[in-house]
């Protein structure tokens, strides 16, 4: 198409549709501001192309663009980056349909839709994002067939960019299983390769598992090899929490190594455990992981941890026993550690921790009567508690008498410690619900949880959770069934929307299969593939197999397009039959002749039918050249050739 032609409207409109699919589902990844500019933007084009208002100057389109790029370097603080970048790339093209109506605009706003489309995947690999980019390729390809047939009809030009990508699928499933696979992001730069990661933290203070627990996110997801263990032993080990200044409580430097400080026992539960990115190595084992665990390492404080931060979605084998005693013998300077408060502070939690431990009571009796306050103290279970002063754990004990399961665990580790007992703070996940599609015990953000660690001497650690002593439905049933009602909470563990979570049960098992099978194809599993094939994973190896894979799916479309040359085309099948019953009586056409030539050699030889002849080939030629004719014309042709007699 020559460059001054105006491109069709329909293309057009099929440019406006690719560029729409591409652009919004970027949305909440870029500032408001960006959103409305490039609706705004999206939104003139197609009032444009149905003639409500005129097109923009140029320098208009030019200011715009400047002014853009300044507000995104003022935003984002900088140019280079996946944000910035993504950004710039989006109002560019919105700006480009905008600039005009060539071949070289529309490509132009092709190849954008196409850098695009790949940004998508620097969020999120989900399988809706996936369908997503997918369904802007096929718009983006109509596009491009539109510029080269502009009065194809636009089911025709659909049904062109459907095979044509789907031509291109084998070719994407040998890189798939062949290239090589390379931990983390490839188009992260250090200040925001693992930005967009959440999770736990190593702190704590009033207020920051609950907010965590209004998400509905999934934390991991915990697939057992028999019946998992009950709702009151999901109990998730992540940070270790042991110092406290009065309002914040924090993990300390812990020591590793590669087999458990404690000696396993007790029944196990053997899972696979895939857990989301957190950028962090702790894993989030089921209390308390076993021995034997490969390339994996047990911290003092029975976390299991990575080697390296969790920056990708993972996948472990583990096995847990979680009737295993732990902490048998302590140093003196762990349990110092875990006896230490501020010199001041929360005077109140102080004498009731010395009422605690009157009459020379043990360190059983006084968890004990500690528990029993919890239980007995008409303490609501809530996310949305009343803020706490400097003495926050005398304000949640006496006054406000609310609070969700950080309040409880810092309460009650501090009245430990205020009684004379090793005690701290453990941060982690409890619970997490079965997925009755694929039986995988689904633990969400939501289920985020903190309680507390008391050492006795004689039996070692022992967990004790304030939370069950003033919200036992919590532990037992999930967070759902024991805030208070009125409280805000995750949009699907509302009553009224049971239906949905039904839908979400399907959704997730089929994208756990997603993760496992396509995102979890990782270097450990291509190593295992290629063995099977009989092949090693060196670069030399895999350059030869990707070449002749897709040197042999290339001669295989080859082959079919010819196949597809030779037997779609009815005109020609029925040309071909004519020409191969003249050469049956003398008259072979030759490669250079064209259709009335060889009707006019024909005729001289056959004068009896000449006429029919030199109609057979004008119709012929009108059809293939000038006209396209029906089936029906095409089908009353070839009745035609095969009544005419040559004798």
């Known amino acids: 198409m020559p460059p001054n032609v105006e491109v069709s409207r329909r293309t057009a409109f099929c440019l406006l549709a690719a560029a729409s699919v591409t652009v ?27 003639d409500r208002v005129k097109g923009l100057p140029r320098w208009l389109v ?81 596009a491009l067939f539109g510029l080269h047939q502009p009065r194809a009809p636009l089911p025709g030009l659909l049904r062109g960019a459907a095979t044509l990508v789907l031509q291109g699928l084998p070719f994407m499933l040998v890189l798939f299983v062949f290239f090589p696979r390379i931990e983390g992001p490839l188009w992260g730069l250090p200040a925001d390769a693992h930005s967009a990661v959440s999770g736990l933290s190593d702190t704590m203070e009033p207020g920051s598992i609950s907010e965590l627990s209004l998400s509905d996110a999934i934390a991991f997801r915990a697939a057992f090899a028999g019946e998992p263990p009950p709702n009151a032993l999901r109990y998730w080990r992540g940070p270790v929490l042991t110092e406290f200044d009065g309002r914040t409580w924090r993990a300390v430097r812990t020591t590793s190594t590669a087999a458990p400080a404690y000696q396993p026992g007790g029944p196990v539960y053997a899972y696979s455990l895939t857990l989301e990115a957190h950028n962090r190595r702790w894993l989030l084992a089921l209390d308390y992981p076993d021995a034997g665990l490969d390339d994996l390492l047990y911290a003092d404080d029975f976390q299991l941890l990575a080697a390296r931060p969790v920056r990708a979605r993972a996948r472990f084998d583990l096995r847990s026993r979680p009737h295993t005693p732990v902490g048998m013998e302590e140093s003196a300077a762990v349990l110092a550690a875990v006896r230490r408060l501020p010199a001041q502070g929360n005077p109140r939690a102080r004498a009731l921790a010395a009422r605690l431990a009157a009459d020379g009571a043990d360190a059983g009796t006084i968890v004990s009567r500690a528990f029993d306050h919890f239980a007995s103290g008409n303490y609501t279970y809530t996310l949305t508690p009343t803020l706490l002063g400097a003495h926050s754990v005398d304000e949640f004990l006496f006054d406000t008498l609310e609070g969700f399961c950080e309040h409880y665990a810092s309460a009650f580790v501090f009245l430990m410690r205020a009684a004379g007992l090793p005690a701290r703070v453990v941060t982690g ?6 997925n009755p599609i694929d039986d995988t015990v689904v633990v969400r953000q939501s289920d985020a949880h903190a309680w507390a660690e008391v050492w006795i001497d004689g039996q070692g650690w022992r967990r004790v959770d304030p939370t069950a002593a003033a919200a036992p439905q919590r532990i037992e049933r999930g967070l759902g069934e024991s805030i ?15 239906w949905l979570r039904e839908f979400r049960h399907r959704w997730e098992a089929v994208s756990n299969h997603w993760n496992l099978w396509v995102l979890g194809y990782n270097e450990d599993r291509q190593r295992d593939l290629l063995a099977r094939l009989g092949l090693e994973t060196d670069w030399r190896t895999l350059t030869l197999a990707t070449g002749a894979a897709a040197g042999l799916l290339m001669l295989a479309l080859l082959g079919w397009a010819f196949h597809q040359r030779r037997s779609a085309d009815p005109l020609d099948q029925a040309w071909q039959a004519f020409c191969r019953r003249a050469a049956r009586h003398g008259l072979p056409r030759h490669a250079w002749e064209g259709p009335l030539d060889f009707a006019t050699r024909l005729a001289d030889r056959f004068p009896a039918h000449a006429g029919e002849l030199r109609r057979i ?7 293939r050249y000038r006209a396209a004719d029906g089936p029906a014309a095409v089908r009353e042709l070839s009745q035609r050739i095969r009544r005419i007699d040559f004798t």
């Open 24 to 50: 919004l589902p970027h949305a909440g990844h870029l500032p408001p501001w960006l959103v409305a500019l490039c609706v705004l933007l999206l939104g003139w084009r197609g009032a444009q192309l149905l």
């Open 62 to 142: 030019l200011g715009v663009a400047l002014a853009a790029a300044l507000a995104i370097k003022i935003d984002f603080g900088h140019f280079f980056g996946k944000d910035p970048g993504v950004a710039l790339l989006a109002v560019l093209l919105c700006l480009k349909l905008l600039e005009g109506g060539s071949p070289r605009d529309a490509r132009v706003a092709v190849l954008l839709s196409f850098f695009l489309q790949l940004g998508l995947f620097f969020y999120d690999q989900t399988m809706g994002v996936a369908a997503l980019a997918l369904a802007g390729t096929l718009l983006a390809v109509t």
């Open 429 to 434: 996940y409890q619970g997490g619900q079965v």
């Open 484 to 498: 208070r009602a009125g409280d805000p909470r995750p949009l699907l563990m509302r009553p009224e929307f049971s």
């Open 617 to 623: 080939a004008s119709d012929y030629a009108r059809m």
